[in-house]
C-alpha cells in the first residue's frame, strides 16, 4: 500500500510540475496584466493581475491587494478563494466588480501581449501586459 501511495504522489507532483510549465510557455506568468475591458465595457479604473508563483494569483484592484490560489492549470482558470485587504475608496464597487469576475472565470487564452479570461456565464475580462 506504502508502493502506490508513492507511486499516486509521483504521478500528482510530475503532473503539477507540467501545468506550472505550460502556463510559463503561453506566457501568463511573470507579467503584469492590466485589466482594459469587462464584458465589453473599457474598465475605468486600475487592476491588475500576476501569477507570482505556481498555483498563486495576486493583483491590485483599485482600492486593495488580493491574492488567491490557482486550482488548475492552463488554460482552465479556477482562482480562489480570492482574499483582499479591506480599504474602502470611491472605486469599491469596480473592484467588487473585478473580483467577482475573476472568482467565476473558468478558461484563459494568453495571445502575445493579451489575456482573456472567461466564464461559463458569458463574463468576459481583457488583459493586457503592462511589459
Known amino acids: 500500500m506504502k508502493w502506490f501511495t508513492s507511486i499516486a504522489l509521483l504521478v500528482v507532483s510530475l503532473t503539477a510540475c507540467r501545468a506550472d510549465d505550460f502556463q510559463r510557455i503561453y506566457g501568463g506568468a511573470d507579467r503584469v496584466w492590466l485589466l482594459k475591458e469587462l464584458n465589453g465595457a ?21 482600492c486593495n491587494r488580493y491574492f488567491g490560489g490557482m486550482k488548475a492549470p492552463y488554460p482552465t482558470f479556477d482562482a480562489g478563494p480570492i482574499g483582499s485587504t479591506r480599504r474602502g475608496c470611491p472605486e469599491i464597487e469596480a473592484e ?6 475573476l472568482e467565476t ?4 487564452k494568453v495571445d502575445g501581449e493579451t489575456l482573456v479570461l ?7 475580462m481583457l488583459f493586457k501586459t503592462s511589459d
Open 42 to 62: 473599457p474598465f475605468p479604473v486600475r487592476a491588475t493581475l500576476t501569477f507570482p508563483k505556481a498555483g498563486e494569483i495576486a493583483g491590485e484592484g483599485p
Open 118 to 124: 472567461t466564464s461559463s456565464d458569458g463574463t468576459k
Open 105 to 108: 472565470a473558468t478558461n484563459s
Open 96 to 101: 467588487i466588480a473585478f473580483l467577482a469576475a
